[in-house]
């Protein structure tokens, strides 16, 4: 049975068991592989110091292993493909997301394909948007992988926390809870997604939480000064329309 920690006021916060057979990450293209993390040694308590080693040959190293002290030695997962984990750990998005601060990083994914591409599509519009980028362009890596693991349910918290968390234009109120959660020793969050009704997606909050992916196909979304109104599937050569 899932182990419900303790919340702010006292009482526990409900976990459930997270099985996904096949869970969907979507990540922009031109993040490649971090080949570092599945060269190094297999006993992650000497990475740092590898690391560090091979920093004083190659400074360009710092920028492709990132922030490897963000992640504790007992956290982190190596091997063929490890890097599209350990990245979202350790290259962190200082403006944050909707479970973090910007303080550490978060490992986002899907439960359907569909799912992760309506995420995503809305985050890169919201950026594009921000930028104030003309029509363009944009390649994305689809990852999947499988998760087994007990994560805190949003939607068991009830309408009334959910309106905040789940909130479709604000992270005030999530972004505090997400620390406090993983300060308290949460893994992470299963919740309902806000882009697409009816789906879920998790929030890990360390690399271990979640299986190691595989590239399971290329998208193009296409931004047309906007909005993205559709993509391209490059596994099925041909362009999908977006509600």
């Known amino acids: 049975m899932p182990q419900d920690l303790p919340g702010p006021d006292g009482r526990s916060v409900p976990s459930r068991r997270v099985v996904w057979p096949k869970a969907w990450r979507i990540i922009a ?3 490649p592989p971090i080949d570092l993390f599945e060269r190094v040694s297999d ?4 990475w740092d110091a590898l690391i560090a080693l091979e920093e004083m040959t190659n400074p360009r190293l710092r920028d492709e292993a990132g922030e490897i002290s963000l992640v504790p030695p007992e956290r982190r997962v190596s091997g063929a493909n490890a890097s599209w984990v350990m990245a979202a750990f350790t290259h962190i998005n200082r403006s944050g997301s909707r479970f973090s601060d910007g303080t ?5 994914a899907a439960d359907t394909l569909e799912t992760a591409i309506a995420e995503t599509v809305y985050h890169f519009g919201v950026f594009a948007a921000d930028a104030g980028d003309p029509a363009r ?5 689809v990852l999947l992988g499988a998760v087994d693991r007990d994560f805190e349910d949003i939607a068991a918290l009830g309408d009334d926390v959910n309106a905040g ?3 479709s234009a604000s992270y005030a109120q999530s972004q505090p809870y997400a620390v406090a959660r993983r300060d308290a020793g949460a893994d992470g969050f299963v919740y309902p997604s806000v882009r697409r009704a009816g789906f ?5 909050f360390w690399p271990d939480t979640v299986g190691i992916p595989v590239q399971e196909r290329h998208l193009q979304y296409e931004w047309d000064g906007a ?10 050569e041909r362009w999908i329309d977006l509600a």
């Open 104 to 108: 550490f990083g978060v490992y986002y």
């Open 43 to 46: 006993d992650p308590k000497v």
């Open 137 to 141: 362009r944009e390649d994305m890596r």
């Open 227 to 236: 909005r993205v109104r559709r993509y391209f599937d490059y596994s099925l």
């Open 200 to 204: 879920e997606c998790i929030a890990a």
């Open 29 to 31: 293209s031109r993040f």
């Open 165 to 167: 968390l789940l909130d």
